[in-house]
């Protein structure tokens, strides 16, 4: 399994794409509170290339399906592509809780509930399906974000 990583929340390069517009492409961080390759400010080395430290945010079935896709990355030791997963989830009304938190808790995955995001450094956040808006300050403490 591949796992394809964006960057963004950066300046993209002079003229941008095709007729002066951006499409899908990488895009560097750029004074947004880190910078890859190198230091985030905080004495962070940011890393290029896998082992990710991997933050989630999803609530549902779709989140959940998602999720098991990283689990599954993680678990897989020949590629190295995950080297830690957390789960990031919101309170459930329902005792038996949301298809994520349930998922998460099954793998032994550490759980937070919003907004509560751990204190630990990360290197990509993946959003499905939260339902939540994330703030400036906790976008940019990832060098790499994937929403869908």
């Not at 517009?21 to 940011?46: I, K, Y």
């Not at 499905?128 to 940019?140: D, P, Q, W, Y």
Request: charged letters at 25%.
């Amino acid at each position: 399994m591949r796992v394809l990583v964006r960057r963004c929340w950066g300046h993209l390069p002079a003229g941008g794409g095709a007729g002066g517009r951006s499409g899908p492409q990488w895009r560097a961080l750029s004074g947004l509170g880190g910078s890859p390759g190198g230091e985030d400010g905080g004495g962070t080395r940011v890393r290029e290339k896998p082992p990710w430290r991997v933050l989630f945010f999803g609530t549902d079935q779709f989140a959940r399906e998602t999720l098991r896709a990283l689990h599954a990355a993680r678990e897989n030791k020949e590629e190295e592509l995950i080297e830690k997963l957390e789960v990031v989830t919101v309170r459930s009304p329902s005792p038996k809780g949301l298809p994520v938190k349930q998922y998460a808790l099954q793998s032994q995955l550490p759980v937070y509930e919003w907004p509560d995001v751990g204190s630990a450094e990360y290197d990509v956040g993946v959003v499905a399906s939260f339902g939540r808006l994330l703030s400036e300050a906790l976008i940019l403490k990832f060098p790499y974000l994937f929403q869908f």
